[in-house]
């Protein structure tokens, strides 16, 4: 099945981890991606060679830009009529807090969703939601 | 940043997936800061963001250079470009602020 073609089919199935299984990176840096309340919710889980400041036991902040990112689009994959792959133009990542070792959440919300860009906005917390550890805001090519 | 299988993002493709891009610059402009600091101090990302100029190559090697072009007292700012086959040709490029924090004996613990 093509990369389309599982997208097409976990829009059917509202199950997500078909596609997240083809990402070697998401594998990797342990994100699933699942939906809750019909809104797409990416999951970190914790492993060592997320930390990036061992001393202070941070996650490094590539991991949660990833995350976001990585949550932005499924967001993306999920809501918005896409038939192309979003390409992402764009991300600006604020730190808000340090991450600690336990599992990282994100959820995505639309700011502007035109025909050919969308502009997401995201955010990813660990213990409490109101309390994001890090958000990310980014731009996104829906077309060719 | 060495090429793997285990970083793809798109699997049609073989492109690398952004967030090791993201991870790439970070640490370099993270060690931009380190460098340009007289003493040791520890270091966070405040924010970065990332313009990405076009996919990088499959199968290619990654670089990433960055420049703390100001450093203040409590805020070091800096600039990068990731490319692969051509330091010319960008993959993307990045600006981020990153805190300097106290030295150690200062820091509440």
């Known amino acids: 099945m093509s990369l389309m073609e599982t997208i097409k089919s976990f829009r059917a199935t509202?199950?997500?981890?078909?596609?997240?299984?083809?990402?070697?990176?998401?594998?990797?840096t342990g994100i699933e991606m699942n939906v809750l309340d019909n809104d797409v919710v990416g999951t970190m889980r914790y492993s060592d060679q997320l930390l990036g400041n061992a001393r202070a036991h941070?996650?490094?902040?590539?991991?949660?830009?990833?995350?976001?990112?990585?949550?932005?689009?499924?967001?993306?994959?999920?809501d918005a009529e896409t038939s192309a792959l979003p390409k992402t133009i764009n991300i600006t990542v604020q730190y808000l807090r340090s991450a600690t070792q336990v599992d990282t959440f994100a959820r995505a919300e639309f700011i502007r969703k035109g025909r050919r860009v969308a502009v997401v906005r995201a955010l990813a917390w660990q213990e409490y939601p109101d309390q994001p550890v890090a958000i990310a805001n980014a731009h996104f090519l829906l077309v060719d | 940043m060495p090429y793997s299988e285990k970083l793809v993002g798109n699997p049609e493709t073989g492109v690398v997936h952004g967030g090791c891009i993201t991870t790439?610059?970070?640490?370099?402009?993270?060690?931009?800061?380190?460098?340009?600091?007289?003493?040791?101090?520890?270091?966070?990302?405040?924010?970065l963001r990332i313009d990405y100029l076009r996919p990088a190559k499959p199968k290619k090697e990654i670089a990433c250079r960055a420049h703390a072009y100001r450093i203040t007292k409590h805020?070091?700012?800096?600039?990068?470009?990731?490319?692969?086959?051509?330091?010319?040709?960008?993959?993307?490029?990045?600006?981020?602020?990153?805190?300097?924090?106290?030295?150690?004996?200062?820091e509440p613990r």
Request: glycine share 8%; with cysteine.
């Open chain 2, 24 to 47: 790439l610059i970070d640490s370099v402009c993270g060690a931009a800061v380190f460098l340009s600091l007289r003493e040791m101090r520890r270091v966070a990302t405040l924010d």
């Open chain 1, 14 to 28: 509202g199950d997500l981890s078909g596609l997240v299984s083809e990402i070697p990176y998401m594998k990797m």
């Open chain 1, 58 to 78: 941070a996650l490094h902040g590539g991991t949660l830009g990833a995350l976001l990112e990585s949550t932005s689009i499924f967001k993306l994959l999920w």
């Open chain 2, 75 to 106: 805020v070091a700012f800096v600039r990068a470009f990731a490319y692969d086959d051509d330091p010319n040709d960008w993959v993307a490029s990045a600006a981020g602020t990153f805190m300097i924090f106290e030295p150690r004996s200062k």
